[in-house]
């Protein structure tokens, strides 16, 4: 008996590998004959680079760079040499998880430590960066990792404009000129699963400020700001992209990926599957068993467990689910491939306990299962 086991994290709680080694222990326990094979997933937010690296024989390679609100912060990324690919996630240097809730500021906080990391990749060699753009703390348009990439930009007065997303309202002239060449050499893709546009009532200040703290009226202000922005680049480049699906993600980081970078959208599940391949893992396989920390009606919109079970189902393998909590909506998805879905917990358990004792019930679901398929096998 095969079976592939690709979770993602559970946030706050194990990372993708110990939660697939979780669930291998579980399986091997009841089918010690089993050829199990473990699959790390993400879906291009946290997590991401470390499923990859551990699939593909990489390297996890730290940068200190500047966080989001200026204090430096030590960011690791990742290298597959074979390929010559780095795989970024701008949460790393800019996510909303190094801001304290009390500090957050939709206003001032600058994604330029992950121009950093792409700098930094650049002078490794990259012909291939992955920008995996979930969890950003930022809604700057993308403008400070431009800005560490040697973009220009000035207001008035022919001074640099200071860092933020509200300082875009200042912007005056933009020179391309000190952009760094290499960029024009390297193939980028943008892991994310957001289809904002940059600004309007769907764009990005309207719909990811308020989290990022930015209050009502400095939501109006920035979405002007960036529109403002927006307006500058189209008088310097060939195409406007600030209405195109994902130019919204993560504060905007997406237009500038597409406009400067020409970086091609994909669904992060889909990257990651492609680069620890997952295809070639399910083929001939009797069960795939996936999972994440909350299962519910949004994991449609291209969370791990939708992904691993599109794959799965074009290859006729049933698909199982074991998740932390089953949310309203899950059972949408039995109409995507997925089988069954199980809850960790047997019974009433704080978030922190089943968080802290997360191993051991992913372990017990997983020998449960076991034991049903062991069932199945002998009938």
Not at 92 to 109: K, M, N, P, T
Not at 236 to 265: C, H, I, T, W
Not at 266 to 276: I, K, Q
Request: charged letters at 20%; a negative charge.
């Amino acid at each position: 008996m095969k079976i592939v086991i690709a979770p993602d994290s559970f946030k706050d709680s194990l990372s993708a590998e110990k939660v697939a080694d979780a669930i291998a222990a579980g399986l091997s326990d009841v089918l010690p004959d089993a050829q199990l094979i473990t699959c790390p997933m993400a879906d291009g937010g946290e997590g991401t680079v470390d499923a990859i690296v551990a699939a593909g024989n990489g390297q996890l390679r730290r940068q200190r760079v500047q966080g989001p609100l200026g204090a430096p912060v030590e960011a690791h990324w990742g290298w597959l040499p074979d390929s010559r690919t780095a795989i970024i996630e701008m949460a790393e240097a800019s996510g909303l998880q190094l801001v304290a809730r009390s500090e957050r500021d939709a206003c001032i906080s600058s994604t330029f430590g992950t121009g950093q990391l792409i700098k930094a990749a650049l002078d490794a060699g990259a012909q291939r960066i992955i920008l995996a753009i979930g969890g950003s703390a930022t809604n700057d348009a993308g403008a400070g990792a431009l800005q560490a990439l040697g973009l220009g930009l000035f207001d008035e007065q022919g001074e640099s404009l200071v860092q933020g997303g509200l300082a875009l309202a200042n912007v005056a002239r933009i020179e391309l000129a000190g952009l760094d060449p290499r960029l024009a050499e390297v193939r980028f893709e943008i892991a994310a699963d957001v289809n904002n546009p940059l600004c309007g009532e769907h764009g990005a200040s309207a719909i990811f400020g308020p989290q990022k703290g930015a209050a009502p009226e400095q939501v109006r202000l920035l979405d002007s700001a960036l529109s403002h922005f927006a307006d500058h680049c189209a008088t310097v480049l060939p195409n406007d992209v600030r209405d195109e699906p994902g130019s919204g993600a993560a504060g905007g980081l997406g237009f500038a990926a597409k406009a400067f970078l020409g970086a091609q959208f994909r669904a992060g599940v889909d990257v990651v599957a492609e680069l620890v391949g997952l295809a070639d893992a399910v083929k001939g396989a009797d069960l795939v068993i996936t999972g994440e920390g909350r299962f519910d009606a949004q994991t449609l919109r291209g969370k791990t467990p939708f992904g691993v079970a599109r794959i799965a189902q074009a290859q006729g393998v049933p698909v199982v689910v074991l998740a932390g909590t089953l949310g309203e909506g899950y059972q949408a998805l039995y109409e995507h491939g997925i089988n069954a879905a199980f809850a960790l917990t047997s019974g009433p358990m704080s978030l922190e306990d089943a968080c802290a004792q997360a191993a051991q019930l992913l372990t017990d679901r997983a020998r449960d299962i076991a034991r049903l398929l062991s069932l199945a096998h002998n009938a």
